[in-house]
């Protein structure tokens, strides 16, 4: 399934991600990533750094879920899709690593990237959308940002 310009932008914009993943004994693991882009029309690219469980899992089962949200307009999106670990043999790889790179300045070494084949994309909204239909992203970024203390 193709990313949406929509949904790349929110990728673009999402400090962090949160990447579910289970293993071939359905036990789940859910850990944040900060280092991730789009890659091409249809993959979501995840530098491993410090990613043992989500590596293993992935090993064991392919099936994954990641989600990412603008903190402040309270919106964003749930991917699931396959994934698999890419790593320097892989001919996208040197591709893959430079983007990454180029978000962490060097300062996080990575040897392996998690890439995930997009199958399926459904948006993320905060409640208050659905609860308060008159409210717009404008007053839930000030919401937030008062929340928040910022």
């Known amino acids: 399934m193709e990313l949406s310009s929509e949904v790349k932008e929110y990728l673009d914009r999402s400090v962090l991600c949160w990447l579910a993943t289970a293993s071939a004994e359905n036990v789940p693991n859910v850990s944040p990533k900060e280092i991730f882009t789009y890659f091409g029309r249809d993959k ?82 905060a409640p208050r959308y659905m609860l308060f239909p008159e409210t717009t992203e404008k007053a839930q970024i000030e919401s937030a940002k008062k929340t928040y203390g910022l």
């Not at 307009?73 to 698999?84: D, I, R």
């Not at 670990?85 to 392996?112: Q, V």
Request: aromatic letters at 6%; hydrophobic letters at 45%; proline letters at 4%.
């Open 44 to 125: 979501i690219i995840v530098a491993n750094i410090a990613s043992p469980q989500t590596v293993r899992n992935i090993g064991e089962n392919a099936k994954v879920c990641v989600s990412f949200i603008d903190i402040l307009v309270q919106k964003g999106f749930q991917v699931t899709g396959k994934a698999k670990i890419t790593d320097k043999a892989d001919s996208e790889f040197s591709e893959m690593e430079k983007i990454l790179t180029g978000m962490t300045g060097g300062n996080f070494p990575f040897a392996t990237i998690t890439q995930i084949t997009v199958e399926k994309v459904k948006p993320i909204i």
